[in-house]
């Protein structure tokens, strides 16, 4: 009855108002679902939180027992076995798997020495490195990430064929977790990607991958000059930052070459690796193409000579002084005050002691 | 039908085209926030963000934070923003000429001692009375700037002209940064290849009930009072679905002058801060839109969900509609100022699409909704109101606007889920029907004040902004 008469109240409303009513019934519906879905979902995070906390104790316990039991072959084969199998036991639910990888790699960053390999031996035993090459075949990037992203914190080798599949894969995200993967897991033999790697890597994926070389231990840093002379200049200044960190001195002549390079970001990392490995062949090279260069590399030029600073760039900086940028000019008076104190030590020292190496000293 | 029957029926038809273009307009910007969120959150999720804490090559950033008669909690503010957990970064206090003791408590309790830096005067501010260094090594990333009172813009171009760093990081002193916030604001930056990143964006959160200790955020809760939490809706919409979606479609107009991290260079180029108006931070990045559409070079405005920045909101309608007052202000100031950019081909969707989106789904909201209550009132008054199209309207309106707000609390609660007290759901629910009935009507109110006060008052004025500090309530 009530459902007719407001039908017919509806019936006798203009369209314009129909409509308006149709969609005031259909936002009702919408926010009634979401509301009580939004209950539910609150209540589920609340308890996943909270077991994901009780879990990850009891993980965490039972793995360090595991592991600490193994040192002691008499006693701790059966009750070994006993937490290998609850563990085990465990993988099958999703839930507690996810929870028991994280375990596992919470464990592993924090632990140095032989338990580390105890660790991933545990992981592949229970199966979790399975599981892990499962999910770089689902459909949804972020979980191939993930996948990819577990068997590089368990430094998993044997996998690699599987991983290296998705190196040109179309998401730079997948590209990037598999260039980590290589640096983590072969350290520099695994940066061979760089020869001939077509997308540019971003400043941020150049840091995860010279800090994961750098855990990477007792390695020889190979021949980089090919890299130096890469088309891709993200390589190029890749391969700069290797340069600074290891001190690679060989590249010398490669690093003077690319004083040349087309683009002025290269020039200018260039020329502050060669200030920094003291390279002292460049202070001329540098001082010629001063102004045919940018003001942002003319600063990065004037820093470097002056740090090779002796009596001969007194004109250069004396010149400068009345640069129109203000790092310039202030570089400039700074160097100049140095040489004025070269010039007060080498007057003080008698002529004929007067040799540079001296004046270097004082200075 | 009479002319003003003619008129009343076309304001009608009007306010309803209206407000289905920007329904219409709110739900494309919802779709597509939500989707960016989930992809940055899942992104995001195995990101090792501690690799670029110990980095050499971490770009250097300044926190640029300036403070005005701030005695009461400079001192735990300063300690806060110095324990952040990057390695190349130093803090700039500008202290704009307080009038309190701030500056001989900052000396006493940082052991600061006068020094002399050669500073690159690129922007004019006001005089710089000195700069100061601490003597204790602990604190060697703090430098004091303390000059003479120019305003919040003033204060920031010193700190700019002192800061030799890559970007710089605009915040309010009194703001409580999360830890690790620099990680995670650096990274837009240095993850293009293709287009220079020159602003950066996080969400900032209202902390008026957090327990706040050592200048860390130990506990999130719900505040007590209507207007507290209506804004803490409002802050969900505007940063996870607006600003999100803005920042995907590259339209993005302002980022908060509560929490903004900048390309030094492009700020200055750009000619950094203008202190002739009150929205100074919205007036920056579209003049530096403009600077870069100008220069021809590829560039992005972004903005990350990650909830980075915590603040204190206004906690009584005074202060609240003061502060809107101002925001509108700004607004008006800004789109004034560049409306050379508006419906202008060349300056592509900056002109065609963000430019007119503020214009009139910003800018204009508030007055053509303040003149449908006041058609609603004529009408009654004669007596030619249809009632049904306005209970209609108004429950579709209603409707929408908690619809908008519930998806802003799921996308919160998918992805952050930073209200974790059981009853703080459906207190934001609740919040959510409430707010368009009680708050919205407010809003609308500081609005009108906003254009009434710069048209006709022409006030100039930053308004009063009196804070009780993060954590020292209760």
């Known amino acids: 009855m009530i459902v007719k008469s407001l039908y017919e109240l509806f019936a006798q409303l203009s369209p314009l108002l129909r409509l308006m009513v149709i969609i005031t019934i259909i936002l009702a519906i919408v926010v009634a679902f979401l509301n009580i879905y939004l209950r539910i979902l609150r209540g589920q995070l609340r308890q996943n939180e909270q077991n994901q906390l009780k879990f990850k104790s009891v993980y965490d316990e039972l793995i360090i027992q595991y592991l600490l039991g193994e040192s002691d072959p008499d006693t701790s084969n059966e009750e070994q076995k006993i937490i290998f199998n609850r563990l085990n036991g465990e993988t099958t639910v999703k839930f507690k798997r996810v929870i028991l990888v994280s375990t596992l790699i919470d464990l592993h960053r924090n632990i140095t020495g032989d338990l580390l390999d105890k660790v991933r031996k545990l992981y592949d035993d229970l ?10 075949k689902n459909w949804h990037w972020t979980t191939i990430i993930h996948g990819i ?6 430094q998993n080798r044997e996998v690699s064929g599987e991983i290296d599949d998705f190196i040109s894969h179309k998401r730079i995200e997948i590209q990037a977790a598999v260039q980590l993967y290589k640096a983590n897991v072969f350290g520099f033999a695994g940066l061979t990607f760089l020869n001939d790697l077509k997308g540019k890597i971003s400043e941020w994926q150049q840091i995860q991958l010279l800090e994961s070389i750098r855990h990477s231990e007792g390695q020889m840093v190979p021949d980089i000059t090919e890299w130096l002379h890469s088309n891709n200049s993200s390589v190029v200044s890749f391969a700069l930052k290797l340069t600074e960190i290891y001190n690679l001195l060989d590249v010398k002549d490669s690093l003077i070459l ?3 390079h087309r683009e002025i970001g290269i020039r200018i990392k260039a020329t502050s690796v060669l200030a920094h490995l003291g390279i002292y062949e460049c202070k001329d090279i540098l001082k010629m193409c001063f102004d045919r260069r940018e003001v942002i590399e003319q600063v990065a030029i004037v820093r470097t000579v002056t740090q090779f600073l002796d009596l001969d760039d007194l004109t250069f900086f004396k010149r400068l002084t009345t640069h129109g940028e203000f790092i310039i000019r202030k570089e400039s008076i700074q160097a100049l005050e140095k040489l004025e104190r070269m010039v007060v030590a080498r007057n003080r020292i008698p002529k004929k002691q007067a040799k540079p190496d001296q004046i270097l000293q004082l200075e | 039908m009479n002319i003003i029957d003619t008129v009343f029926y076309c304001f009608q038809y009007l306010l309803f085209v209206y407000a289905s273009v920007i329904i219409i307009s709110y739900v494309v910007l919802a779709v597509v926030a939500v989707i960016e969120c989930f992809e940055y959150y899942k992104k995001n999720e195995v990101v090792n963000y501690k690799n670029v804490l110990s980095s050499p090559f971490s770009p250097s950033i300044s926190i640029i934070a300036p403070s005005y008669n701030e005695e009461l909690n400079i001192v735990e503010n300063v300690r806060s923003l110095l324990s952040n957990h990057y390695s190349n970064y130093d803090v700039i206090i500008v202290n704009d000429g307080s009038k309190d003791n701030s500056m001989s408590k900052l000396i006493d309790v940082y052991a600061l001692k006068k020094v002399d830096i050669l500073i690159d005067t690129q922007i004019e501010t006001k005089t710089i009375r000195g700069i100061y260094k601490s003597t204790n090594r602990s604190y060697e990333k703090l430098i004091i700037v303390d000059k003479e009172n120019g305003g919040k813009s003033d204060a920031l171009n010193a700190g700019l002209n002192v800061s030799t760093s890559q970007y710089v990081l605009c915040v309010d002193v009194d703001c409580v940064l999360v830890e690790d916030s620099l990680q995670k604001i650096i990274k837009p930056f240095l993850e293009s290849t293709d287009r220079r990143v020159i602003a950066t964006g996080g969400v900032i959160r209202i902390g008026n009930a957090c327990q706040i200790k050592g200048g860390e955020v130990m506990e999130v809760n719900l505040p007590k009072k209507l207007i507290e939490r209506a804004q803490i809706l409002e802050y969900f919409r505007s940063f996870l679905l607006g600003r999100m979606a803005w920042s995907r479609l590259d339209g993005l107009l302002v980022i908060s002058g509560a929490f903004g991290l900048f390309d030094r260079e492009i700020v200055m180029a750009a000619g950094a801060y203008d202190t002739k108006t009150v929205g100074e931070d919205m007036e920056l990045i579209v003049r530096m839109r ?5 220069q021809k070079l590829r560039y992005r405005v ?7 920045c915590w603040t204190e909101a206004p906690d009584n309608h005074k202060i609240f509609i003061s502060q809107r007052n101002r925001w509108t202000r700004g607004t008006i100031e800004t789109l004034k100022k560049h409306r050379k950019i508006g419906f202008n081909p060349s300056y592509g969707s900056l002109g065609l699409v963000s430019y007119p989106y503020w214009l009139f789904f910003e800018r204009l909201a508030p007055l053509i909704e303040f003149m449908g ?7 009654a008054f004669l007596g030619n109101i249809s009632w049904a199209y306005f209970w209609i309207f108004s429950l579709l309106i209603l409707l929408f606007s908690v619809l908008l707000s519930s998806v802003a609390i799921l996308a919160e609660e998918l992805t952050y889920h930073q209200y974790k007290n059981k009853g703080d759901g459906l207190h934001l629910v609740l919040t959510a029907f409430l707010e368009p009935l009680f708050f919205h009507p407010v809003v609308v109110y500081a609005a009108i004040r906003g254009n009434w006060d710069y048209y006709l008052v022409k006030n100039k004025h ?3 902004m009196e804070r009780k500090g993060l954590g020292q309530k209760k």
């Open chain 1, 127 to 136: 199966g979790l490195s399975h599981y892990a090459l499962k999910k770089l």
């Open chain 1, 149 to 154: 992203n577990e068997l590089t914190e368990m």
């Open chain 1, 258 to 260: 690319l004083l040349k």
């Open chain 2, 290 to 294: 403009r600077y870069m559409r100008e």
């Open chain 2, 302 to 308: 972004s903005f990350i969900p990650d909830p980075l």
């Open chain 2, 373 to 379: 209550v006041i058609v609603v009132i004529v009408l």
């Open chain 2, 462 to 464: 930053w308004g009063r």
